[in-house]
């Protein structure tokens, strides 16, 4: 029989082992890590923190005694692999016991990836913590039960706001740092800022545009300074500023990486014979751009482990691992935030002409009890094909995410995002879903029906155009563009002449709320011969991206 070693027991390891049983009874099947325990939930860790999931028992799904019962399958903790033998097929494994020699017909290295750990000085206080294994989770959630009173989170990635959140919801004052300009860098400027606003009314003190320079570690408390000159007491500190491919090991034994990422064809075969790998430590291929980086999410490690185990044993039939579309979401406190397929800085470092669309629908019928906004940026190719959305709100992102993620997949254009039958009664969604309407928004300005105009234009505008503010004089007089025309939409088409006088031979740049009453004027001042342009997302975008 065959003996299947995998090194890794959690997200792609553990999947690749557990198909492979179910693939394969009389196979042999070790897997190997290097931790006290094998299938956590590494995603729930942030939520011990807090305390939102109060047991740690919670986050281990399932345990070696378990995985024998269920899968037959030799799970052996504490077996930190060090060394790769590919000619001999062994792995030698570091164990309390000593050093073990495991020899394997088939290996799967699924060890994931590190925390970056910057070299800053005082970096190795024993307060500054990593979150990445169940003991770190645990130790963090006893520093908050010992009376932690103040925390600083190190990076505003996802793990970082998850962190964030749960700290502050633990009671402790939180400041988060972010050496990019905006919370959550994946994510389009216009829809971070309303995530740092959502962090702000939980009470978290963001740094954005500023790093650590270095901790102080002091007999009470740590400090923590930054680039900008604050200084920031801390009792923790979380360090989630991003993750690298845990591979140096297989790296000394001679596999090919890029940036320290095993390269793998698409059944994830290494360049080493008899050597597959997944997940985390791999290189994907982004489905959108063709841009070759790791893909840390859990999703594509689960399913890209599954897959390996078909590699190994049903080569013929065995499927393809897809490119990555990556999609992910996170959580922050009444908001949701989430992206999928590629964003705009993507897109551009590719050269993939797009155009960008925003809008903000609600999630249901306006007129049914609890309505609130979506806020929705759709990226599409010259073509119509999706190439990226991103979404925030209080309710209904994770399922127009999935929506578009499939879009993505699928490779649907805008025009199919009209077309999508998708499930609506008044509590759920809307006869014209939000996707359904990023889709006719979409499709409108590539057929020329609408023309946009982007708030990174504002200076252009402001400099060449008439601004045609078209809401009520009472939201004008609230706050409006200086130099703007106010004309409510229902009386532009008595007052025409009063603008074409005001443009004085100017193109006229219309700009509403969220970009529904400018579109209607468009259509208007178009079919009256203006050289018109609508605001995309209108003000909503345009104060979030300023
Ligand atoms: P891992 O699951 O990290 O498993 C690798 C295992 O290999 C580890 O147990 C490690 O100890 C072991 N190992 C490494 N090297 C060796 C060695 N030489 N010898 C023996 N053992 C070794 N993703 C999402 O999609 N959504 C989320 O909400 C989400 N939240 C997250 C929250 C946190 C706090 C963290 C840390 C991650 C989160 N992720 C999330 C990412 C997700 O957990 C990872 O993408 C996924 O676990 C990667 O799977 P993997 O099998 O490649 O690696």
């Known amino acids: ?62 345990t070696p005694d378990s995985l024998r019962a269920a899968l037959n399958l030799d799970v052996r903790t504490r077996h930190d692999v060090v ?35 910057p070299p800053l000085p005082g970096i190795d206080s024993p307060r500054v913590r990593t979150l990445r294994t169940v003991p770190d989770a645990v130790t963090l959630r006893g520093w908050v039960g010992a009376g932690a009173r103040r925390a600083v989170v190190l990076g505003a990635g996802f793990i970082g706001l998850e962190a964030a959140e749960q700290l502050a919801a633990a009671g402790l004052d939180v400041a988060l740092v972010e050496l990019a300009d905006h919370v959550l860098p994946p994510l389009e400027a216009e829809l971070a800022s309303l995530v740092r606003d959502e962090l702000t009314r939980l009470g978290i ?12 570690p002091g007999p009470e408390h740590d400090v923590v300074v930054l680039g900008d000159g604050a200084r920031l007491p801390a009792d923790l500190v979380v360090l989630s500023v991003g993750v690298r491919p845990d591979t140096a090991v297989f790296e000394a034994a001679g596999i090919a990486t890029e940036r320290g990422a095993i390269v793998v064809d698409a059944h994830g075969r290494t360049s080493l014979p008899g050597v597959w790998a997944a997940g985390d430590a791999v ?52 908001l949701a935030a989430g992206l999928t397929g590629a964003n705009r800085a993507e897109l551009d ?30 990226h599409v190719g010259e073509d119509g094909r999706i190439l990226g959305a991103q979404a925030a709100g209080a309710d209904g992102v994770d399922k127009r995410l999935d929506v578009l993620a499939t879009s993505i997949r699928g490779g649907l254009t805008a025009e199919d995002l009209v077309d999508l039958d998708l ?3 008044p509590p759920f969604g809307a006869a014209k879903d939000p996707v359904n309407l990023a889709g006719m928004l979409a499709a409108n300005v590539l057929d020329g029906t609408l ?56 193109p006229v740049r219309v700009t509403c709320q969220s ?25 909503l975008t345009l104060r979030a991206a300023l």
Do not use: K
């Open 283 to 334: 290189v994907s291929t982004h489905a959108v751009t063709g841009a070759r980086r790791p893909v840390p999410l859990a999703g594509p490690a689960n399913r890209a482990g599954r897959q390996v185990a078909d590699a190994i044993l049903r080569p013929a039939t065995a499927r393809p691992i897809p490119p990555a579309v990556g999609t992910a979401i996170v959580r922050v406190g009444t």
């Open 83 to 117: 060394a790769l033998d590919a000619a001999a097929r062994t792995v030698t494994a570091r164990t309390p016991d000593g050093d073990r020699t495991i020899a394997y017909d088939a290996l799967v290295l699924a060890p994931g990836a590190q925390a970056v750990r």
């Open 515 to 539: 970009g529904v009453r400018a579109h209607i004027a468009h259509r208007v001042l178009v079919a009256n011969g203006f050289d018109s342009a609508s605001l995309s997302g209108g003000m």
């Open 1 to 62: 029989p065959t003996r299947i070693v995998v090194v890794g027991g959690v997200a792609a390891g553990m999947s690749a082992a557990a198909r492979a049983r179910r693939l394969d009874e009389s196979a042999e099947i070790v897997v190997l890590d290097r931790g006290e325990h094998v299938s956590f939930a590494g995603c729930g860790l942030p939520y011990h923190v807090g305390g939102e999931i109060a047991s740690a028992d919670a986050l281990l799904v399932q």
């Open 205 to 216: 003190a963001v740094h954005e545009a500023t790093a650590a320079t270095a901790v102080e």
């Open 423 to 425: 499930a609506y009664a």
């Open 349 to 378: 470092a590719a050269g993939i002409a797009h155009h960008t669309i925003h809008l903000h629908p609600s999630q249901h019928a306006g007129w049914f009890p609890g309505a609130t906004q979506v806020h929705l940026v759709l």
């Open 451 to 506: 023309r946009l105009w982007h708030a990174a234009d504002l200076d252009d505008v402001e400099a060449t155009a008439l601004v045609l503010d078209v809401r009520s004089a009472a939201e004008f007089a609230s706050a409006h563009l200086p130099g703007a025309l106010n004309v409510p939409h229902t009386e532009l088409r008595a007052r025409l002449a009063e603008v074409r006088d005001a443009a004085a031979g100017r």
